[in-house]
């Protein structure tokens, strides 16, 4: 009864999580705005521009601008705003075919911004074989697809971005849907770029993209777990 009593009615002085879902979705109206606006122009599917660039990063920094309020550690809001910020580098990067590989570095970065942003606790080291079952045989087939250039760059890309699954898959909440979502778009964007293109990959890309970015987001919104002793 005390613990539900603290849910409804927020610990001393901060408001409780249902006061600040307004303000939430006030917050974050920039982000669904700015992704409506890529979804019907559409314009990096046409030649590549700054124009088109800027369309397709703007929901990433609107949601990297909303971090200013969350309420969570200064610590953990400033790395995932990092993360998001190299995102919207890799974003504009990937417009263009010859900065493929500088948009790997961005988005590296930004997986290993959240590597530190999620922690090492709780460890669940067992999560590590059932990614290891699904991202091995597929990170071997794609690699086997590459330019011999492009191999070390994306073999290296692949280990940061399952240690973010697992890492994610460990801190559970919004944060462990937005790395398997993370994960499965930069998955169908491999496959249909390197091995065999996909129908309607680019639409799957982008709807998995922008919403794992939002639920890693919102992990710096929701007030962490009471103690219950």
């Known amino acids: 009864m005390a613990i539900m009593g603290a849910q409804e009615e927020g610990l001393p002085g901060k408001p409780s999580l249902l006061a600040q879902q307004p303000c939430l979705c006030l917050r974050l109206s920039p982000f669904f705005v700015t992704c409506a606006a890529y979804f019907l122009l559409w314009i990096p599917q046409d ?20 971090l200013q309020a969350a309420p969570r550690g200064t610590g953990y809001r400033v790395l ?13 990067c990937l417009i263009w075919p010859d900065a493929f590989l500088s948009g790997v570095a961005a988005f590296t970065v930004a997986h290993l911004l959240y590597l530190w942003a999620f922690g090492l606790t709780p460890l669940r080291p067992g999560l590590l074989l059932s990614i290891a079952l699904v991202s091995v045989p597929y990170d071997g087939l794609l690699l086997l697809h590459l330019p011999a250039s492009m191999v070390p760059a994306l073999a290296a890309y692949s280990l940061v971005l399952a240690s973010m699954l697992w890492r994610g898959l460990a801190s559970g909440g919004s944060v462990l849907g937005g790395a398997l979502l993370f994960t499965l778009s930069d998955m169908v964007l491999a496959w249909d770029t390197f091995i065999q293109p996909l129908p309607h990959a680019r639409l799957v890309v982008m709807i998995t993209y922008y919403a794992a970015q939002l639920l890693i987001t919102l992990s710096a ?9």
Not at 80 to 92: E, F, K, P, R, Y
């Open 221 to 229: 919104f929701w007030s962490p777990r009471l103690k219950t002793h």
């Open 47 to 66: 030649q590549p521009s700054w124009v088109g660039a800027l369309v397709k990063c703007l929901p990433v920094l609107c949601l990297a601008a909303s």
């Open 80 to 92: 995932l705003q990092g993360a998001l910020l190299c995102s919207a580098v890799g974003d504009a």
